[in-house]
């Protein structure tokens, strides 16, 4: 996405370079700082417009919020919902050097979408029959904690409106949130994770670090980090195992 066209960047430069030619003589050789500028600001304008392009690329993945995009068991996931998850999607898939709007691509990434989407319904809803609960003492401390990413409440309110989430939606998602979360830490257990599977997982690491000419941090400086990424691979795996038996008895349609 970032790459940049050497290409057009020389036939900015020439222009620039043609238009100089029209001038005095100490216009006609400008010195190296000047080139340099030049080629910057061609650098960021390509950026800028390829940037943009993949945005308005991205954007036509999107579907109408008022559109149900799917059915679980009668509850209505919406455009709005699933395009709320499609961000999320598509800059996972970009970290991994993938392009989401190739045509492979798109693809992977509506189904992704609507996977999640799918799976989270179902979890929720057996998280409801179980007698999962948000508390509002639960829900307004969250709610605490996601107001300190503003720098005030004023800001806060104007990315709410932004999103088009009201108060009362926000709060939802959150006691959702909070429910899922309790679900998957009570119901859900995964394999533990040893001492082996942390150094194997170490030794990789620091054999691509050692192909790319850089040096990986000291074993004991990353240990406890690696054990937590592993654990969280693994209680992942066990909710999607989960996820494919509550399907069983699911009525799900997906309407897109």
Known sequence: MKKVSYTLIACLLSVGLA???SNDAKQDQPNDSAKNNETSQADQKEQQKQMEEMQKKLDAQKMDDKKIV???NKDKITGSEYNSALSTIQGQLQQTGQDPTSKDGAKEVKKQ???ALVGQ????????????????????KQLKEEKKQFKDNAQFEEALKQSGLTMDQLKADIA????YSQYVDKEIKASSVSEQDVKAYYDQYAEQMK?????????????SQIKKQLESQEKQKEVQKEIESLKKSANIEISI
């Open 113 to 115: 979408t609507i996977d």
């Open 121 to 140: 319904q179902l979890i929720l809803q057996d998280a409801e029959k179980k007698g999962f609960k948000a508390s509002d003492d639960q829900v307004d």
């Open 211 to 223: 192909k790319q000419k850089q040096k990986a941090p000291a074993y004991k400086d990353i240990k």
């Open 176 to 179: 959702d949130s909070i429910k």
């Open 19 to 21: 238009a100089c030619s």
């Open 70 to 72: 799917a059915t679980v």
